[in-house]
């Protein structure tokens, strides 16, 4: 018995030395996870009872158990090795067959499906063409192909506009011409009505000249004047006769002051011209136009002018000048309450204006301008510009501000800007509370037609056709050009004009430059363009009894029955471990442990043969005995 007893424990000692040996052997295999042997001993019993002094018969492995616990985590240069911290396998298709792994040492085959270093596949679960995550779990595969464009179709801009910037824009009342005639302009007395309900009088004075109309309507608050006086009354023949006939003397008076002319080298209505232009008289301008003599006076002076000759002479003629009025919007009526001129007429008459109009081509027609970058559908770049003008507070201006929004794409204007900017209005908080009355603060570009840098269009979709109604947001797949540019998030407030953000869904075709993992297990393909996408999601696997799944070497285990199904799931969830990228998870092998553990497993191999030798010594005894 002593014989079998030994044998046992030579037998037991023996597994325990290649257990040890297995796990000093795997210490730096990635994903290994060392075992243990376990021992039992044996006791000879009945079939009702276990004896009264039962002797054991030695011992027996009952089970070689590995241990799961976390092995350390490394750093690689590879961006796809891959680690799980905590609970959770990778799931593997080895040709059909499903096996689990901690060894997240991948790379991309020639097809380019993520495998490890026996090809075995990674299974994960798949996107779609869009990069979205699926729950159809299939094996992980990195599309090489381009990534073909994406057409925008929303521009978010989140701005702020400085709400102290002053109006550029100005609009007046332009009111016409009007005359009067020798020797003046007659007496008039107006009164001038505000916005604000002030009213105030102004008065001209009998024969006034136009400049001294326009000094009078100058020196009222909103009133703007010009004036320009024109005589044509001499003809360039009966000029150059008076000049042939000799003895030829200018008369001429601006504003009454007479103006000294030099005709002593006068030959012929041409340098009459010249030398009335070089007189002393700054303000006048003479030429011959269309036969005529021109003197035209730029302050609206009253002009006298005639000449004396040896033979026909023309008596002194007296022309009265041009007024033209203009009034800002502060002004609400111009009403006369005496005299005879057309002033109010022309109030009556008067059309609007705009000066200092926008123009998108001089800064200062405009307060705020941002651009950024926008894709048509086949993936070509454009610039638009939003270029925002400032406007006076509508109403009486108590609790809401006003701006002009302006659109150009490649220096063209689009949705209809040019002639009708749309309206951006915020409420006493800076908050915006429409874009034309829309509360969302939705602008909808639907005539913008892409076109190559020549002005032809590049082929890309283009506006939708006549009738044809647009949703908004824009619906997939996009077949337009239309976009919508979104101001919800828009504010004005008394700080400097800022953009916190523009964000638009389009971009151009990109090629694959490089992976990334996130610790979600997401494998992310980033593009020559700029773009990231996901292409799948690793799946991990965990088992209600880790213990029973069968190691099947490649460091890889099969489930068992004693395992029980698998539990698949993204990692991070549950209590599935997360992972991390460009790691590896090494060996959870104590090899200081091993080594002792592999003295203990000599130590016992030699006692138990210790047992047989003696029990072979006690033997032969026996069989000595004569």
Same mark, same amino acid.
């Given at each position: ?7 046992? %424990? ?20 990635? %994903? ?37 616990? !976390? %092995? ?51 299974? %994960? ?30 521009? !978010? ?62 020196? !009222? ?188 794409i490649d220096g063209e204007f689009v949705a209809g800007t040019d002639s009708n900017p749309f309206q951006a209005r915020f409420d006493q908080d800076g908050e915006l509370q429409s874009v034309n009355g829309d509360p969302n603060g939705e602008i909808l570009v639907d005539d913008w037609i892409p076109k190559n840098a020549d002005g032809t269009p590049n082929g890309a979709d283009g506006p939708p056709a006549p009738g044809e109604t647009v949703t908004t947001p824009i619906p997939e797949p996009p077949t337009t050009s239309a976009f919508v540019l979104d101001l919800g ?14 964000? !638009? ?11 990334d993992v996130s610790d979600q297990g997401v494998l992310f393909a980033r593009y020559t363009n700029g773009q990231s996408q996901s292409l799948g999601q690793v799946a991990l696997a965990s088992f209600n009894n880790t213990n029973g799944l069968s190691p099947v070497g490649e460091t890889t285990w099969v489930e068992t029955f004693e395992s029980g199904q698998p539990i698949i799931g993204a990692p991070d969830t549950g209590t599935l471990g997360s992972i991390k990228a460009s790691s590896i998870e090494e060996s959870n092998v104590d090899l200081s442990a091993e080594l ?31």
């Amino acid at each position: 018995m002593a014989f079998n007893t030994g044998l046992s %424990g030579l037998r037991a000692s023996s597994v325990d030395l290649d257990v040890t040996g297995n796990n000093i052997a795997n210490a730096s295999t990635v %994903g290994f996870k060392g075992s243990k042997a376990q021992f039992g001993d044996l006791y000879a019993s009945g079939f009702l009872s276990a004896g009264t002094n039962p002797i054991g018969d030695g011992v027996r492995v009952q089970d070689v158990k590995q241990s799961f616990s !976390q %092995g350390n985590i490394s750093f690689t240069d590879n961006g796809l090795d891959l680690a799980i911290n905590g609970d959770g396998f990778f799931v593997l298709n080895n040709g059909g067959e499903v096996r689990y792994s901690r060894a997240g040492q991948f790379g991309i085959d020639k097809d380019g499906y993520v495998t490890n270093n026996q090809n075995m596949r990674v299974q %994960g679960f798949v996107a779609d063409d869009d990069g979205n995550l699926s729950g159809i779990r299939d094996d992980l595969q990195v599309e090489t192909d381009n990534l073909a464009p994406r057409r925008t179709t929303n521009l !978010q801009s989140d701005l702020n506009l400085d709400s102290r910037e002053t109006v550029l824009e100005r609009r007046v009342a332009d009111m016409g011409d009007f005359t009067a005639t020798d020797p003046g302009f007659p007496a008039e007395t107006f009164e001038i009505t505000y916005e604000d309900g002030s009213v105030v009088s102004a008065s001209i004075s009998a024969d006034s000249s136009a400049a001294d109309v326009v000094d009078v309507l100058n020196s !009222q608050d909103g009133l703007s004047a010009s004036a320009t006086t024109s005589y044509e009354g001499m003809t360039e023949g009966e000029l150059n006769t008076a000049i042939a006939a000799g003895n030829f003397n200018f008369d001429l008076a601006v504003g009454g002051v007479t103006v000294p002319v030099d005709t002593t080298g006068v030959t012929d209505a041409a340098s009459l011209a010249n030398a009335i232009n070089d007189a002393q008289a700054p303000t006048i301008s003479a030429s011959l136009t269309g036969g005529n003599l021109r003197l035209i006076d730029n302050r609206g002076n009253n002009l006298t002018a005639g000449y004396t000759s040896d033979g026909p002479d023309r008596a002194p003629e007296t022309t009265v000048g041009t007024v033209r009025p203009q009034a800002d919007r502060e002004i609400t009526d111009i009403a006369s309450t005496s005299g005879t001129t057309n002033l109010t007429d022309s109030w009556d008459t008067r059309t609007i204006e705009i000066t200092n109009q926008f123009n998108p081509l001089d800064q200062r027609t405009y307060n705020h301008a941002t651009s950024t970058t926008i894709y048509d559908s086949l993936g070509n770049s454009h610039e638009i510009t939003q270029f925002y003008v400032k406007q006076p507070s509508p109403g009486d201006g108590v609790g809401v501000s006003e701006w002009s929004v302006y659109l150009q794409i490649d220096g063209e204007f689009v949705a209809g800007t040019d002639s009708n900017p749309f309206q951006a209005r915020f409420d006493q908080d800076g908050e915006l509370q429409s874009v034309n009355g829309d509360p969302n603060g939705e602008i909808l570009v639907d005539d913008w037609i892409p076109k190559n840098a020549d002005g032809t269009p590049n082929g890309a979709d283009g506006p939708p056709a006549p009738g044809e109604t647009v949703t908004t947001p824009i619906p997939e797949p996009p077949t337009t050009s239309a976009f919508v540019l979104d101001l919800g998030n828009t504010t004005q407030f008394g700080s400097d004009f800022g953009v916190n953000d523009q964000r !638009q869904n389009g971009f151009a075709t990109g090629r694959l430059s490089g992976l990334d993992v996130s610790d979600q297990g997401v494998l992310f393909a980033r593009y020559t363009n700029g773009q990231s996408q996901s292409l799948g999601q690793v799946a991990l696997a965990s088992f209600n009894n880790t213990n029973g799944l069968s190691p099947v070497g490649e460091t890889t285990w099969v489930e068992t029955f004693e395992s029980g199904q698998p539990i698949i799931g993204a990692p991070d969830t549950g209590t599935l471990g997360s992972i991390k990228a460009s790691s590896i998870e090494e060996s959870n092998v104590d090899l200081s442990a091993e080594l002792v553990n592999l003295i203990i497993a000599q130590r016992n191999y030699q006692a138990n043969a210790k047992t047989i030798e003696t029990s072979d010594a006690v033997t032969q005894t026996i069989i000595n005995l004569r």
